[in-house]
């Protein structure tokens, strides 16, 4: 994760309290965004990701 947070701070140029907000709330947003894809271009029966939001939300 914070191979992630430094490439967020060297490509937008972002204090580091904004890159941490941001490495913190990637993992879940990839997993809403990867849900979101599959509900809209495949199945409007698509799962909720219930369990990989808890996986990327643990400690």
């Known amino acids: 994760m914070d191979e992630r947070r ?7 140029g972002i204090p580091d309290g904004a890159a ?4 913190r ?5 990839e997993v809403m965004e990867g849900f979101e894809r599959r509900f809209r271009e ?3 029966t698509a799962p ?3 369990e990989a939001l808890r996986r ?3 400690p």
């Open 25 to 29: 709330h990637a993992p879940v947003a």
């Open 42 to 44: 495949e199945c409007r």
């Open 20 to 23: 941490a907000l941001v490495s």
């Open 48 to 50: 909720f990701p219930a």
């Open 56 to 58: 990327v939300s643990s």
């Open 6 to 12: 430094t490439a967020h701070h060297a490509i937008a």
